[in-house]
């Protein structure tokens, strides 16, 4: 997985090969903790940072500039800010930061959510891991809420919902079944990310990587946990998505339904009565528990997702191809 010649060629001495990128949506202070984790131990080879503020307000956009620019030395890290005019989801929003940072000719991504945080390996040694490796996608060891974690995670073949591995139980995953990495970090060489078209915008939040894991798949691309390197997350600082279904927020529910059924009606057909069911069954447990609002945002969801499939559905009928990835 060596860089193209025409890219090594063009790259001056010292040009970040590595490049760190951020979606941002009212975590200002969560990307400034990112970036504060990057330690001398840890950033040991020049790094582009680019991050994509999806907030749509001109007062957190000023606060994150005011952060970016608190960290840009100009030897270390290349600092850029990119303001989108909108939201536009975390699939599309990474999609834009990774064109931007393609375009400067990074051999490397490593797509970082505001609510992860290094906490050992250099990232030096993950560049060599990801550039001389065998083809794969990489997660990386996590610390989260006081258990040691894969970085991976696994997919139940009935409910399309994921689960976290831990370190020590990736060798007892059963064959063939589905294993991507989570979404708080991933890594992926810049020849296999132009090879899948990056993240499909069908995805507003949620199973990006997923779905991504299953196109990689047909081009034999592994996927596997960056050795020794170690990040810390905090989950649902930056979607709201506690462990606790309760403690859920309303764009959390909405759309981890919403992509479940979309994830189910493109990759799993033959399961998506039983990831509707589910859902259903979610959210009926959730009115038991007088959770009205949090039942209604997992139906709305689901409806969402059973919507989008009609109208690709129709869409094919009328002789639309949609193109991978970016969709």
Not at 34 to 39: A, G, H, K, N
Not at 165 to 171: N, Y
Not at 186 to 193: G, K
Not at 204 to 220: C, V
Request: net charge neutral; charged share 20%; with cysteine.
């Amino acid at each position: 997985m060596e860089p193209r010649p025409d890219e090594a060629a063009v790259r001056p001495p010292g040009h970040p090969r590595l490049a760190l990128c951020i979606v941002n949506y009212f975590s200002h202070q969560g990307v400034a903790r990112v970036l504060d984790s990057l330690r001398p131990s840890v950033l040991d080879t020049p790094v582009l940072v680019v991050c994509v503020d999806n907030s749509g307000d001109a007062q957190e956009a000023q606060r994150l500039a005011g952060v970016l620019d608190a960290h840009q030395d100009g030897v270390d890290v290349d600092v850029e800010l990119i303001t989108a005019e909108a939201n536009l989801g975390y699939g599309a929003g990474n999609n834009l930061a990774v064109a931007h940072a393609l375009e400067t000719g990074v051999e490397v991504i490593v797509i970082c959510n505001p609510d992860t945080v290094f906490e050992s390996g250099s990232l030096a040694s993950l560049h060599r891991e990801v550039t001389r490796g065998s083809p794969s996608i990489w997660g990386a060891t996590t610390l989260e809420d006081g258990a040691v974690l894969s970085g991976l995670s696994r997919m139940s073949a009935w409910t399309c919902r994921g689960r976290p591995i831990p370190r020590r139980g990736a060798a007892q995953v059963k064959p063939g079944a589905l294993v991507y990495p989570d979404g708080h970090l991933m890594a992926v060489s810049a020849q296999i990310w132009r090879a899948t078209g990056g993240f499909s915008e069908d995805f507003f939040l949620y199973y990006e990587e997923a779905d991504l894991t299953l196109r990689a798949r047909e081009r034999g691309i592994e996927v596997r946990t960056v050795p020794g390197f170690v990040v810390r997350h905090e989950r649902g600082i930056a979607t709201g998505s506690g462990e606790a279904v309760t403690q859920r927020g309303r764009a959390a529910l909405i759309h981890a339904s919403r992509s479940s059924v979309i994830f189910a009606a493109t990759h799993r057909p033959g399961r998506l009565v039983c990831v509707v069911a589910s859902r259903v069954a979610l959210a009926a447990a959730l009115l038991a528990r007088g959770e009205a609002c949090r039942s209604g945002w997992v139906l709305r969801g689901a409806a969402g997702g059973l919507a989008w499939m009609w109208r690709a559905r129709l869409s094919e009928h009328h002789g639309a191809v949609p193109a991978p990835g970016r969709r």
